[in-house]
């Protein structure tokens, strides 16, 4: 079944009318084991612990609640107590709160079902703890099991879920933090040294955490290299925070890696939020330094959760637009020593229906976190091949164009056999296209990235390295690139008025035309630049000095 969305106030008016027929009807959150409430305002209100109801001591056994969140499906089960049989329906819901974030949730719809005369005895696995109340798990091993992490022996979210909760409800006066935090390309650790190396480092963050937090502090893996922490803002104390994660990341420092830890922190000022929900807000702020390089904390603010909205909306209406023909491929021109034209980089262009052109920097990053990514390159591509195919025979038809190749193409679907597909419907020479990878993107998993790359060579493409410079692609590496051209990212260039830079600029640019690639200078402002570039023996030039990126009819009728 799918799962049903509820407005607060929709959700009164369903809680109303359920109780005509149930005996008991309530709102509870399996993952934090608490009933919850909805006051007309719309806010969340956590209560008591939910298994109180049977006066049991932990989560009750086979919770067909628990159940229903996870699976998105109705559930059933009978629950016996106190001489009655309590029939349990547990209907998952997404709760629509004001902010418009959508809380998971169940709804338990509970019928007495007693016949008459008949005798009703506890079930044998439920048994009295040493406070009277009912051990629902049956053994303490069981609840330790559900509630934590087997490598590390920390809470898992569950437990950090639950365990925090108690906090805030036991204890509400307390200012308090929460913060996530994970280790940068984690992937790739495990990768080039193994996961066994891996899980060590995992377990030397948790005796890390053991050492350091207090009894009023709660810590756990939620998965993989992802970490939830829960303490007193009073005792937050950054600098300790990162000299400790800098000492574990002394375990692994080589010259192509470097354990680098990022952490997200939200504030608790509303209690009565899902912790769930602080925790994905916590990991807002926490990937924003997805790219950062080194050990570093970020705060979350309104501006991230306002930000996310509108990432969301626009992901919604991706696709529509697409298919209405809302993005465009302009082209940037790539000019010889000469200022004649070599062909032109394409970049995307939203053009919305009043006209207003919206540049790829502002939304390409939106869509790299999503499948949408692979959509909008695969349009580029075949409007690339269009082109190229209108150019033959005329005299553009000695012209190239360059294309981004983005690595979600790789992992979306076969990137490779798609190009060759269009290629082949269209009907171009596979040299006039020259296929973009960006530096920092070789960066992860490196080897199977050469090897992807190398792949494109042998079907007779054209392969560029971009942004060269941004990254930090060892000598080691760049040995290993059998690429046509480098593009040297703007960076590189806008420093050349530092001495020390020009060193580094000039030794590059000698270093990778002796290795037989291509030099393309990228970003170009100023005639100094092409000046000073053009010195160099750089190959190819590229930047505002010469043209924005510019509609398909205006290159045509410049060029």
Known sequence: MNVE????????????????????????????????????????????????????????????????????QRQTK???????????????????????????CVMELISIDDKEGEIIENP?????????????????????????????????????????????????????????????????????????????????????????????????????????????????DEGIFMDALEEIGQMIDTENYHLYFHLGVFRIEDPDIPVSLMIERADLALKTLHEQRENILTFYTNKLLKQTEMENEFLSSFKERLEDGQFHIYLQPVFDGDMNVTGGEALTRWIKPDGTVVSSEKYIHILEKSEHIADLD??????????????????????????????????????????????????????????????????????????????FKMEGFRIAIDNFGEGNLSLHMLKELHTDYVKFDRTFIAGIGDERNRIVLEAAVKLV???????????????????????????????????????????????
């Open 5 to 72: 969305e509820y407005t607060y106030q929709e959700l009164k008016h369903m809680l109303d009318y359920m109780k005509r027929m149930y005996d008991t009807v309530r709102l509870v959150d399996p993952v934090e084991c608490r009933e919850v409430s909805v006051d007309t305002s719309g806010d969340l209100h956590y209560e008591k612990e939910c298994h109180a109801a049977w006066n049991a001591a932990s989560r009750c056994s086979n919770c067909c609640s628990y159940r229903a969140v996870m699976s998105g």
């Open 78 to 104: 009978v629950e016996v107590y106190d001489g009655h049989r309590f029939l349990i329906q547990s209907i998952p819901i997404k709760l629509i709160l004001p902010d418009r974030n959508n809380f998971s």
């Open 124 to 236: 044998p696995q439920i048994s009295a703890g040493q406070d009277g109340r009912q051990m629902s798990q049956g053994t303490a091993e069981a609840d330790y099991t559900a509630t934590h992490d087997i490598l590390t022996r920390l809470y898992n979210l569950d437990g950090i879920c639950r365990e925090v909760r108690r906090l805030l409800v036991d204890d509400p006066d307390v200012d308090r933090i929460l913060i996530t935090g994970d280790i940068r390309h984690f992937r790739t650790l495990n990768e080039r040294y193994g996961t066994q190396r891996g899980n060590e480092v995992l377990m030397a963050i948790a005796d890390m955490l053991r050492k350091r937090c207090g009894s009023d502090t709660i810590y756990g893996r939620t998965h993989a290299d992802h970490f939830v922490l829960c303490m007193p803002e009073e005792r937050f």
């Open 378 to 455: 695969t349009m580029n591509w075949e409007l690339v091949m269009k082109q190229l195919q209108s150019w033959q025979d005329t005299a553009h038809s000695d012209l190239v164009i360059s294309v981004n190749v983005s690595p979600k193409d790789l992992f979306y679907m076969d990137a490779l056999k798609k190009i060759k597909e269009l290629v082949e419907i269209y009907q171009i020479d596979a040299n006039q296209l020259i296929l973009e990878f960006s530096e920092i993107d070789l960066m992860k998993d490196t080897e199977q990235r050469l090897a992807i790359l190398d792949r």
């Open 513 to 559: 035309k002796q290795l037989g690639m291509t030099v393309v200078a990228e970003g170009i402002e100023t005639e100094e630049q092409f000046s000073y570039l053009k010195s160099l023996g750089c190959d190819r030039f590229q930047g505002y000095y010469f043209s924005h990126a510019i509609p398909i009819n205006e290159f045509e009728s410049k060029y």
